[in-house]
């Protein structure tokens, strides 16, 4: 099959969706299928890669978004999609794209909407009435699952918004993590910033509990969560500090706040090997995903994978990915999950860590979304007899 993938909101250098897409299309290539990807960047581009070919068209960045791109112009796009002719129609974005699904429709393309984010979680966070924010959600998520053959939720945390209004359309597939990169081995083996950020150099350093926050500095995000947590600890004696990997608009505000309260944090930007990230993930203590509407969480799996528990909000879909092998804690400070974790065994949480993950492996979910892809090339070609 050639299965055509359409992005927005791609972040430039990393993120859990640039890995997703990376990680399926090198799935489905190696599967002998054809992946075509299509995303917004800041130049034209057509290149073929270890994941399938992407196509790059030039779009313009969203305001305030941190980088951000979309892609505009609907009718390049659409003919761009005629030139590739796909068997199977791959969405990323539930919102500036939906028309997409009505343009497979009208040409006998399968297509599957993939949703990456709770519509309604994002909608409270932006809108003043939470009755009003569901309301909004609800008539949106109708429509695109009116637009699309198939909606794909990660999880059953997301798939909740799409059977709250009846969508009989629905597929669960989960994403995976790569086991081999994100390994407890890599404990200890940080390099450059990472080994300074990681445990200090001097016997100080070695003595604090580390707390690492992993994830793009946006305001769904929530990182401000995460000095909380951090400023509540160290108000109640526990020797904590803590490492900020990752960049986005929110970042000067919160150097700002950890200086401003004398907060012990060292914020390490974009670490942009994945060797890099996954030596900080094993040398540290707790990870901290605090983000309110996380569908999956890739950052909190590759944690686990490096064999390091995860403190993560109730509000989001983290406590159905984490299991047993962390805390999930609600509201605007999670410092009584780190305190739980703390108070296991290391030996024993670290190896939960790393068991919970090995259960989410990158090949049963290339599998999974080629089930999807394979199902309905099928029902098309039957139509079409």
């Known amino acids: ?220 995000k929530k990182p401000q969560r995460s000095l909380t947590t951090l400023a509540t600890l160290r108000a109640e004696g526990l020797p904590v500090r803590m490492i900020i990997a990752g960049d986005g608009p929110l970042r000067e505000r919160l150097e700002r706040q950890a200086a401003r309260d004398g907060l012990p944090v060292t914020f390490a930007g974009f670490l942009t090997g994945r060797a890099e990230l996954a030596a900080l993930l094993a040398s540290s203590d707790v990870v901290i995903a605090p983000g309110p509407a996380e569908t999956f969480g890739l950052a909190a799996l590759e944690a686990l994978a490096c064999g390091t528990p995860v403190v993560v909000s109730a509000e989001s879909a983290l406590p159905e990915v984490i299991g047993e092998a962390g805390a999930s804690v609600a509201g605007e400070d999670l410092a009584a999950g780190v305190r739980t974790v703390l108070g296991r065994p290391e030996t024993e949480r670290r190896a939960a860590a790393r068991a919970r993950a090995e259960e989410f492996g990158w090949g049963p979910a290339v599998q999974a979304f080629l089930a999807v892809h394979s199902t309905r090339a099928r029902s098309a070609e039957r139509s079409t007899v």
């Open 1 to 220: 099959m050639r299965i055509v993938r359409l992005a927005n909101f791609v972040a430039p250098r990393s993120g859990g969706l640039r890995t997703a897409l990376h990680q399926l299309g090198a799935g489905y290539l190696a599967a002998g299928h054809e992946p075509v990807l299509i995303i917004p960047g800041e130049l034209d581009s057509d290149e073929h890669t270890a994941a399938g070919r992407i196509i790059t068209l030039r779009g313009p960045r969203v305001p305030f978004a941190g980088g951000y791109r979309i892609l505009l112009g609907r009718r390049r796009v659409a003919r761009v999609l005629s030139d590739l002719r796909p068997d199977s129609l791959e969405v990323s974005d539930r919102a500036t794209l939906r028309w997409t699904g009505r343009w497979a429709r009208r040409h006998g393309v399968p297509a599957a909407m993939i949703s990456h984010e709770s519509l309604a979680t994002l909608l409270a966070m932006a809108l003043p009435s939470p009755r009003l924010a569901r309301l909004l959600a609800d008539a949106l998520n109708r429509a695109t699952a009116r637009a699309y053959d198939q909606v794909v939720c990660t999880t059953r945390w997301a798939a909740a918004e799409f059977e709250r209004i009846g969508a009989a359309n629905l597929t669960h597939a989960p994403l995976g993590v790569d086991l081999d990169t994100f390994h407890p081995d890599r404990r200890g083996l940080a390099g450059g910033c990472s080994a300074a950020c990681a445990r200090g150099a001097g016997p100080a350093a070695r003595a604090h509990v580390l707390l690492v926050h992993c994830g793009r500095l946006s305001p769904e």
